[in-house]
C-alpha cells in the first residue's frame, strides 16, 4: 500500500475527530455574549490524550487559545476561560509548551492567578522531568508572588540539577539560600556545587558568585564595626581605601551606607511586589 493510501484514513480520522470535538462543544450552552465552542469537558479530554491524535488536537486548540487571547487582550481584558483551556491542552498534551509558557508568564502576571499557574507548571514538571525550565518558573513565581523564598530554592537547585543552568539561574538560587537561611549556608552550596561540577563555564559563574558572597561577607562585617549613626564623612574616614574580595574598593554614598566599587547594588534579593489574587 503506498504512502498516500496509509495516511488518507489517518487524515479522515482526525478530521472526524476535530468535527466531534466542535459538534459536541457547539451543543454547549454559550456564557453571555461569546459562543463557547473551544474546549472538551474533561472526560472528553481524556478520550483524545489516549486516542492517539492528542498532539494534533492540542495544536488546534492552541491556536484557538492565542485567538481568545488576542481577542481578549485588546479588548475587554476578560479571561474567564482562559485557565480552563490551558487546562484542556495540557491534559490532552502533557508536553505542550507553549501551553505551559503561557500559564508561566500569563496566568500569575495577567489573570492574578498565581494557584493555577503552579498547578499548570507543576504538571508540567512532572511530565517533563528532563526539563529544567518548568521548576525554573515555579521557582520564579513562588518567589515574586507568595514571597516564599525557601520553597523558590528548592526548585531553583532542582532548575540546575535537571540542566536549566544559566548564571542567573545560578545567582538566584545561591541568594534564595542566603535570604532563608545565611551567606555562609549559600557559600557552603556553592562550594559543594563547585566540588561536584566537572563543565568549566559552570564553575567559572560559581567562583564570581562565591566572591560576590565574600564581598558582601566582608561589606557586613565593616558595617558592624561602625558606630550607629555616623555620618557618610565618618564613614569615609574610618574605613580608608579599603580594598574588598571582588578587587573593588568599599565605596561610601552620601547617606553612609556602603558597597563595592565594582558593583553599586549589594548581594540580596529584591524583595517582590504582591499579586494578589491567587486563583
Keep these: 500500500m503506498s504512502g498516500g493510501r496509509i495516511l488518507q484514513p489517518l487524515l479522515l480520522l482526525l478530521l472526524a475527530a476535530t468535527l466531534l470535538l ?3 462543544l457547539a451543543a454547549t450552552e454559550p456564557p453571555p455574549g461569546e459562543r463557547m465552542h473551544y474546549f472538551p469537558l474533561q472526560r472528553e479530554a481524556h478520550w483524545f490524550a489516549g486516542s492517539g491524535y ?52 500569563v496566568l500569575p502576571w495577567v489573570l492574578h492567578a498565581q494557584s493555577a499557574a503552579e498547578r499548570l507548571l507543576l504538571r508540567a514538571m512532572a511530565n517533563n522531568p528532563d526539563q529544567g ?15 516564599d523564598a525557601a520553597t523558590a530554592g528548592h526548585f531553583m537547585q532542582l532548575a ?7 548564571p542567573h539561574v545560578l545567582s538566584l538560587a545561591a541568594k534564595f539560600r542566603a535570604h ?15 566540588a561536584h561540577s566537572t563543565d568549566p563555564k559552570m564553575r567559572e559563574w560559581i567562583e564570581q558568585e562565591l566572591t560576590a558572597i565574600e564581598t558582601e561577607m566582608a561589606l557586613r562585617r ?28 568599599v ?9 563595592s ?3 553599586p547594588n549589594r548581594y540580596r534579593l529584591h524583595r517582590p511586589a504582591h499579586a494578589g489574587a491567587t486563583a
Design 22 to 24: 466542535q459538534g459536541r
Design 54 to 105: 492528542g498532539r494534533a488536537v492540542a495544536d488546534l486548540m492552541w491556536m484557538k487559545t492565542l485567538a481568545y487571547f488576542g481577542r481578549h487582550i485588546t479588548g475587554d481584558r476578560q479571561y474567564d476561560h482562559l485557565i480552563a483551556m490551558l487546562d484542556a491542552i495540557t491534559r490532552i498534551n502533557p508536553h505542550h509548551a507553549p501551553a505551559y509558557r503561557m500559564a508561566a508568564g
Design 133 to 147: 525550565i518548568w521548576p525554573y518558573y515555579l521557582a520564579v513565581n513562588r518567589y515574586l508572588f507568595r514571597d
Design 160 to 166: 540546575l540539577q535537571r540542566g536549566y543552568v544559566r
Design 180 to 194: 532563608s537561611d545565611s551567606l555562609a549556608v549559600s557559600r557552603d552550596y556553592l562550594l559543594r556545587l563547585r
Design 222 to 249: 565593616i558595617e558592624r564595626t561602625l558606630p550607629p549613626g555616623a555620618t557618610a564623612a565618618e564613614v569615609r574616614r574610618l574605613i580608608g581605601r579599603r580594598m574588598l574580595p571582588d578587587g573593588g574598593r
Design 251 to 259: 565605596v561610601v554614598d552620601s547617606d553612609g551606607t556602603i558597597h
Design 261 to 263: 566599587s565594582r558593583r
